[in-house]
């Protein structure tokens, strides 16, 4: 029998096979840990210091040499050809004539190797096509990719009570059952209904953008790869949806005569301090004589109401980052009038003493607009300087005029047209010669020019670019300021005629996710005849996702791009325009590699490194070899030293279960009632601990005292139950969120949401059809705890059929216990003992253990057997 050990891809020079001293040992089943694993090493072992020896061991045996002690990697031992154990060998001590050490198999790389501190919405990207409301039915009703995904859906997205069903209250009668009502006050929003991903497809793709693959009998289990689990993050944090184009086109003016009501009611008046300039104002997009005539919107980011006094029009920003602004308009002024009592009057519109500015604002939602005057100064606040100041700075004619901050917070872009006459003289740019004002307007991308005063000063600084050749003195000469290179940018211009003026501007501009958009017209107040100028105005807006990158502009804090480094408008966009980053719904507060450890151990999974870029994720219970292809019959063999038993020292009971809240709804409802001693009848009090957990309890008959609990850091899902119109039982939903809610202050409880439970598993169910986002309609999914195809699954741990416990843990009971042989083995037997059974005494019987293997096969093995588990 030749034995051969192989130490960093070297054979290493041994006295005999006797000296060697080698001794293997194995564990397969611990019935006390709920584990079933393949652990092996070796005994002690000693090798000669020959000049082979010694060169394999780098001659750490000189006294000189440092680092002595450590593992050598690659260890590798044959017996007769057969690799027995290929892992690592462990230097433990060193003498002149020797080496000692221990051979092993190392641990395997874990996740924590692979992921480290990476959060789980850190993992990279995962996209998914999705542009709006439409895709939430076409994911729920399988209309994924099954190229990519087969035909399990990346996610679902679920109809979930994170809090109270949203509603409209005005004018109802708040009872319990109006509470749970689906019915027309129902006001979900996509934020009610966020993406729960499938587990499987989650860590596949978390795999793969680490540059593994995941692979293993768990990826097979119609039990596994159809579990989703529901979202989770704090309330606070912001889900980021898809960002895609939105545009919107219409007509507005303040005097429609083909109107029933022609007058537009909706504006304000504002007079300049210290002037008699007064300026009148309508937000188009809060007007009563808008019409929209076009409108792109696949993400649902455009909404077109009617109010009572008002068309509304809602265009909201969906994600932060850097957006393509296209923004076109055709003034034109009208000539009829209108007599007034009250109110200002319609007069002629006329252009050249009157001033009309059309203007894009952003403001944040559940804020009122500023009241807005006139932003084309070439003065404070837009510069430091005064009209008539020395080596003051103005744009080249007609083109744009930045607008600081200090001027305008609202201020994107828009265009100015007119005033011309004296009183206007600060909005007057002395470098036009052609006598005709006209401008566009776009807030600066630099720093206020103030934001160094100490008082009044401006900190807040906007991102944006639009192309300029920069500003000059009035002499014509380059003054070195607001010089924008935006290559190949459409050109960004305005034209003024007799009845009409025009205006297209192209700006690169940061946006914030959830600020709305307004559309504002401003035009002279004329203050001695309460005259507003008859004009109308037609709009075409366009916003395009364009970089999540605020760092692509290189707009300086002086409002000039960077010299040498231009900006180009056809760069290719980064935004993840028409995409879901499925990522971004994952829990920011926990690990990878924990989220994994809990998953693996909420199912009795394990993830196991099978080398180069390959993991496997098992199910334990399968390993337990069932299979009666490999069979090695001891009974034909005359050297075996009678057997005895052992116990296998179980504890008295196996207790699995969830991470409970027991403020949650769904298990508060659960809970029983205390009773009275004196009447025995049911108090309104909660019986302590007394709830549906979904636990279990596994008793295995042992004498032991001791007792094994697992607790997943999982939650347990409860269900409420919604009604129809007629208050009849229509469909059950995951509840989470916590009894207050239910039992508070309705109006209060309403804009709570209790994102930051724990998570819980579901499998599909069904789809449900309800016409509540934005009034359009969507079906989302149904889910339950309970899993019913080839294989059957219910998501508890109670002791009973198809559970997680039953179907998945592996539990023994006092009625087994070790047969414990001494034997000898072949080195081929050895190898294969965790894919064989052992035959004894006419019975199978698995293999929990062996120990004291020699290679050599002069000394017995004892081996530690269970009767074969079914």
Request: proline content about 2%; overall charge negative.
């Given at each position: 029998m030749s034995i051969e050990l192989y130490i960093k891809n070297r054979l290493c020079d041994i006295n005999s096979p006797e000296s060697l001293g080698i001794r293997l040992k194995r564990q397969f089943i611990n019935p006390a840990e709920l584990s079933v694993k393949d652990a092996q090493m070796s005994y002690e072992i000693t090798l000669p210091a020959t000049p082979n020896n010694n060169e394999i061991f780098s001659h750490v045996n000189v006294e000189e040499v440092q680092g002595k002690f450590r593992i050598y990697e690659d260890a590798r031992l044959y017996v007769d050809g057969i690799l027995i154990l290929d892992g690592k060998f462990r230097l433990s001590e060193i003498t002149q004539d020797s080496y000692k050490g221990n051979l092993g198999v190392p641990a395997p790389l874990t996740a924590k190797d692979i992921f480290g501190e990476t959060m789980m919405n850190q993992a990279g990207k995962w996209l998914i096509p999705f542009t709006g409301v439409d895709d939430i039915t076409r994911y729920n009703t399988g209309g994924h990719d099954k190229s990519v995904y087969g035909e399990i859906s990346p996610c679902i997205f679920p109809l979930v009570l994170y809090g109270l069903l949203p509603k409209d209250t005005n004018n109802k009668n708040i009872t319990d059952e109006f509470k749970v009502t689906l019915d027309d006050s129902v006001l979900l929003d996509v934020k009610d209904i966020p993406p729960s991903v499938n587990c499987i497809h989650?860590?596949?793709?978390?795999?793969?953008?680490?540059?593994?693959?995941?692979?293993?009998?768990?990826?097979?289990?119609?039990?596994?790869?159809?579990?989703?689990?529901?979202?989770?993050?704090?309330?606070?944090?912001?889900?980021?949806?898809?960002?895609?184009?939105?545009?919107?086109?219409?007509?507005?003016?303040?005097?429609?005569?083909?109107?029933?009501?022609?007058?537009?009611?909706?504006?304000?008046?504002?007079?300049?301090?210290?002037t008699n300039l007064m300026s009148i104002n309508t937000d188009l997009f809060y007007s009563q004589n808008i019409k929209v005539s076009e409108r792109e919107d696949p993400g649902?980011?455009?909404?077109?109401?009617?109010?009572?006094?008002?068309?509304?029009?809602?265009?909201?920003?969906?994600?932060?980052?850097?957006?393509?602004?296209?923004?076109?308009?055709?003034?034109?002024?009208?000539?009829?009038?209108?007599?007034?009592?009250?109110?200002?009057?319609?007069?002629?519109?006329?252009?050249?003493?009157?001033?009309?500015?059309?203007?894009?604002?952003?403001?944040?939602?559940?804020?009122?607009?500023?009241?807005?005057?006139?932003d084309n100064s070439f003065y404070q606040n837009n510069l430091n300087q005064k009209e008539g100041q020395s080596g003051s700075k103005y744009p080249k004619p007609h083109e744009v005029t930045f607008i600081d901050p200090k001027q305008n917070l609202n201020m994107i872009c828009g265009f100015s047209w007119g005033g011309e006459s004296s009183s206007y003289s600060t909005y007057k740019n002395p470098t036009v010669t052609d006598g005709v004002q006209h401008n566009p307007i776009a807030i600066s991308g630099g720093e206020s020019w103030s934001h160094h005063l100490a008082e009044n000063a401006v900190k807040e600084r906007f991102y944006s670019a639009v192309k300029s050749t920069g500003y000059i003195y009035e002499d014509g000469t380059e003054a070195s300021l607001f010089k924008v290179e935006l290559e190949n940018a459409p050109a960004t211009k305005t034209a003024r005629s007799t009845g009409t003026a025009t205006g297209h501007i192209s700006q690169i501009v940061w946006l914030n996710a959830g600020e709305r958009i307004a559309l504002v017209s401003t035009s002279t107040y004329e203050k001695s005849n309460r005259g507003w100028n008859n004009h109308s105005i037609e709009f075409d807006l366009s916003l395009t996702p364009f970089s999540p990158y605020r760092s692509w502009l290189t707009v300086d804090k002086n409002g000039s791009s960077k010299p040498g480094i231009p900006m180009n408008w056809n760069d290719p966009a980064s935004f993840d325009e028409g995409n879901l980053n499925l990522t971004n719904f994952l829990p920011n507060g926990i690990k990878i590699n924990d989220w994994i450890d809990n998953f693996c151990k909420a199912h009795n999974l394990k993830l196991i490194h099978k080398g180069d870029i390959?993991?496997?994720?098992?199910?334990?219970?399968?390993?337990?070899?069932?299979?009666?292809?490999?069979?090695?019959?001891?009974?034909?063999?005359?050297?075996?030293?009678?057997?005895?038993?052992?116990?296998?020292?179980?504890?008295?009971?196996?207790?699995?279960?969830?991470?409970?809240?027991?403020?949650?709804?769904?298990?508060?409802?659960?809970?029983?009632?205390?009773?009275?001693?004196?009447?025995?009848?049911?108090?309104?009090?909660?019986?302590?601990?007394?709830?549906?957990?979904?636990?279990?309890?596994?008793?295995?008959?042992?004498?032991?005292?001791?007792?094994?609990?697992?607790?997943?850091?999982?939650?347990?899902n409860w269900y409420r139950r919604l009604l129809d119109r007629k208050g009849e039982f229509i469909?059950?939903?995951?509840?989470?969120?916590?009894?207050?809610?239910?039992?508070?202050?309705?109006?209060?409880?309403?804009?709570?949401?209790?994102?930051?439970?724990?998570?819980?598993?579901?499998?599909?169910?069904?789809?449900?059809?309800?016409?509540?986002?934005?009034?359009?309609?969507?079906?989302?999914?149904?889910?339950?705890?309970?899993?019913?195809?080839?294989?059957?699954?219910?998501?508890?741990?109670?002791?009973?059929?198809?559970?997680?416990?039953?179907?998945?843990?592996?539990?023994?009971?006092?009625?087994?216990?070790?047969?414990?042989?001494?034997?000898?083995?072949?080195?081929?037997?050895?190898?294969?003992?965790?894919?064989?059974?052992?035959?004894?005494?006419?019975?199978?019987?698995?293999?929990?253990?062996?120990?004291?293997?020699?290679?050599?096969?002069?000394?017995?093995?004892?081996?530690?057997?269970?009767?074969?588990?079914?």
């Open positions: 989650m860590l596949k793709q978390i795999f793969k953008n680490a540059d593994y693959t995941l692979t293993g009998d768990a990826l097979n289990d119609e039990r596994i790869n159809n579990l989703y689990v529901s979202y989770k993050n704090p309330e606070e944090f912001r889900m980021v949806w898809s960002a895609s184009r939105m545009r919107i086109k219409g007509t507005w003016g303040n005097y429609m005569e083909d109107n029933i009501n022609k007058k537009e009611t909706q504006y304000d008046t504002l007079e300049k301090a210290g649902d980011n455009i909404s077109v109401e009617d109010s009572r006094v008002a068309k509304v029009v809602k265009m909201v920003v969906p994600e932060d980052g850097l957006y393509k602004l296209d923004f076109d308009v055709n003034l034109a002024i009208k000539s009829a009038s209108l007599s007034t009592d009250r109110g200002p009057q319609i007069i002629p519109g006329t252009f050249g003493s009157p001033m009309y500015e059309v203007k894009v604002l952003r403001y944040t939602e559940g804020t009122f607009l500023p009241k807005q005057h006139f390959n993991f496997e994720l098992r199910i334990k219970g399968n390993e337990i070899v069932q299979s009666l292809d490999n069979i090695i019959d001891i009974d034909r063999y005359a050297n075996i030293r009678q057997h005895r038993n052992e116990s296998l020292k179980l504890p008295y009971m196996y207790e699995l279960g969830f991470t409970i809240d027991t403020n949650e709804e769904g298990y508060y409802r659960t809970m029983k009632n205390k009773i009275d001693e004196n009447t025995g009848r049911e108090t309104d009090e909660k019986l302590t601990n007394s709830g549906n957990s979904g636990g279990g309890q596994y008793y295995t008959g042992s004498n032991e005292t001791n007792k094994i609990t697992q607790t997943s850091t999982f939650s347990y469909i059950e939903v995951p509840i989470i969120s916590e009894y207050e809610a239910w039992d508070g202050d309705y109006a209060e409880m309403l804009k709570k949401r209790y994102y930051d439970k724990a998570q819980r598993f579901w499998y599909k169910s069904g789809i449900f059809n309800i016409e509540t986002i934005k009034h359009r309609n969507v079906q989302v999914a149904l889910v339950s705890n309970e899993y019913n195809d080839t294989y059957k699954m219910i998501l508890d741990y109670e002791n009973k059929l198809d559970s997680i416990m039953k179907n998945f843990f592996f539990l023994l009971d006092n009625s087994n216990d070790y047969t414990i042989i001494d034997c000898i083995l072949s080195a081929e037997e050895y190898r294969n003992l965790n894919k064989s059974l052992i035959r004894f005494n006419g019975d199978l019987y698995n293999v929990a253990e062996i120990d004291g293997y020699d290679p050599l096969g002069k000394n017995q093995a004892t081996l530690k057997l269970i009767r074969k588990i079914t």
